[in-house]
């Protein structure tokens, strides 16, 4: 009986505690943008959660949380405080903790922010360092994030794609706060208008920071390929190549048309599999989701999970030797050929670029 009691009085004390979270938000919308930032430079993704966080609600303040640590930390806080007008406050979290993107004390530092500023929402982009450390971040708050958000159509109700974007699905929020969202930044387009004047930059104090973060992942490396060619997630064009190129040195024809083209490579995950190419450029379900004005496919099937992450693209162009290909059903301009005779004469006949 007393055990009972306990426990009503527990549910009792944490439904009050859950109906006093819901009334800060109805009167504050205020939102936590987790912030990705490299050499400097907050990462486009990252201004792309700013985006729609302000479609959350007009009145909405929205803070830019960055973690790291040196000099290239505090360019990169310069650049958050002047990226996008809707930014109100610019918070910094500087400690050789954060020296490395590592989920652990990235979620610890939500943790610590959010039970001081009570954030409404929390919004990262979809990308690898929001999917590692926004559900860490959340299990700590104690909610259920709502991931790869395409729609914001309310403060609590959003569009995600299920079915390996075969559908749409909308949900409506109604756990605790914070609501927790991951954002595809292909749907949230950044313009070009930028802060007039800076926002505020300020410290996140670290003097209560949990010390115990090891955690059970430790930074080993991180490797990329040095390229002069635009991310492959903010690129204007993509050029992919699938197994049909059938080797790495084939592949080159590729790489040669995306140069020709001022266009980022993509792959498919059995290109990827295959070895023509590293799996930084697997486009699909279990790779980047892009969507650019013009997206050129040779030697590619059109797999569902492949579909899955270019579909939106605006222009879509397809070249395979199969009329049957999947990828026709969803290409504006299909051509039924030999991708060895035609990508040649393409780069043959385009200019170079400038
Ligand atoms: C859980 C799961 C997740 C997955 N995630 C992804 C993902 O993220 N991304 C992804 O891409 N795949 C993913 N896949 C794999 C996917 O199912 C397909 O196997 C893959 O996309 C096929 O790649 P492809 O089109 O290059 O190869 P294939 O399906 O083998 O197609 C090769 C195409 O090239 C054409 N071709 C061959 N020679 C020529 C030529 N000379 N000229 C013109 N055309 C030619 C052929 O007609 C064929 O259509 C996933 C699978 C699973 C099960």
């Not at 040196?70 to 806080?77: I, V």
């Not at 697997?282 to 892009?290: S, Y």
Request: proline share 4%; glycine share 6%.
């Amino acid at each position: 009986m007393a055990i009972i009691e306990v426990m009503l009085r527990s549910l009792r004390s944490r439904s009050i505690v859950t109906a006093s979270r819901r009334i800060t938000t109805l009167r504050f919308a205020s939102t936590l943008v987790l912030t990705e930032h490299d050499g400097g430079s907050v990462k486009s993704s990252s201004v792309s959660a700013v985006v729609a966080a302000r479609s959350l609600s007009e009145d909405n303040s929205i803070a830019m949380l960055l973690a790291g640590s040196g000099p290239s930390l505090q360019e990169a806080a310069a650049h958050a405080a002047s990226c996008h007008p809707s930014v109100s406050q610019v918070l910094v979290a500087d400690s050789d903790k954060f020296k490395y993107p590592l989920a652990e004390p990235w979620a610890k530092l939500v943790e610590l922010v959010q039970q001081k500023d009570e954030y409404s929402h929390i919004i990262a982009a979809s990308s690898s360092f929001g999917k590692n450390i926004l559900p860490r971040a959340a299990s700590l708050l104690d909610v259920s994030p709502i991931t790869d958000v395409v729609e914001i159509s309310g403060s609590h109700q959003f569009v995600r794609p299920i079915y390996a974007g075969n559908a749409l699905c909308t949900v409506r929020y109604t756990g605790d706060l914070p609501c927790m969202l991951t954002i595809r930044s292909t749907s949230f387009l950044v313009s070009t208008e930028a802060r007039s004047v800076a926002a505020p930059i300020s410290q996140v104090d670290l003097s209560t920071f949990n010390e115990d973060i090891a955690g059970r992942s430790r930074y080993v490396s991180h490797s990329t390929q040095d390229t002069e060619r635009p991310d492959l997630g903010n690129a204007r064009i993509v050029v992919t190549g699938g197994r049909g190129l059938k080797s790495a040195e084939n592949f080159r024809m590729i790489e040669k048309l995306a140069e020709k083209l001022g266009a980022a490579v993509g792959a498919t995950r059995a290109a990827v599999d295959a070895g023509f190419v590293p799996n930084e450029l697997q486009i699909g379900q279990t790779g980047k989701i892009v969507a650019p004005e013009l997206y050129m496919a040779f030697g590619v099937s059109g797999a569902i999970q492949h579909l899955a992450g270019m579909r939106d693209s605006r222009v879509i162009v397809a070249v395979n030797k199969d009329s049957d290909a999947p990828i026709f059903q969803v290409a504006d301009y299909g051509l039924v050929g030999d991708l060895f005779e035609i990508v040649p004469e393409l780069i043959k006949k385009l200019p170079e670029a400038k």
